[in-house]
């Protein structure tokens, strides 16, 4: 079992930053996929951004390459989005997510644990 809590959401304008924390507890943190999904009002969960347990591979969604990075602490059991260039469309629930699966990436239906969300919201 892994426990996952988001923070670092809030408001902010176009154009702007943030980073998104998602502390992990329970099960040993290296052992698991990490990825980022976000869920706008009225449309699905999808993906954003994934790494590989080591740390070394990563994957973005297209619509935020070049603007989001991913990255893990395994030894802090937390992994970050850093948001840059942000637009009214990143607005959204933003949720952290743990696969015990290899490569899983933006296949969410993989991804075996769930944060609660932090809301993340972008004014024009």
């Known amino acids: 079992q892994v426990q996952l809590v988001e923070s670092g959401g809030g408001l902010v304008q176009a154009g702007g930053s943030l980073r998104l924390s998602c502390a992990a507890s329970?099960?040993?943190?290296?052992?698991?996929?990490m990825g980022w999904f976000r869920q706008a009002p009225g449309k699905e969960r999808e993906f954003v951004a994934a790494?590989?347990?080591?740390?070394?591979?990563?994957y973005y969604a297209d619509s935020v390459k070049g603007r989001f990075a991913i990255s893990r602490d395994n030894a802090k059991s937390t992994v970050w989005l850093q948001m840059n260039a942000l637009k009214p469309e990143d607005t959204a629930v933003y949720y952290c997510?743990?696969?015990?699966?290899?490569?899983?990436?933006?296949?969410?239906?993989?991804?075996?644990?769930w944060g609660q969300g932090t809301q993340v919201t972008v004014s024009s």
């Open positions: 790494i590989s347990r080591s740390g070394i591979s990563t």
């Open positions: 997510a743990a696969t015990p699966l290899r490569s899983a990436a933006q296949a969410r239906e993989s991804y075996k644990y």
């Open positions: 329970g099960r040993a943190f290296s052992s698991y996929d």
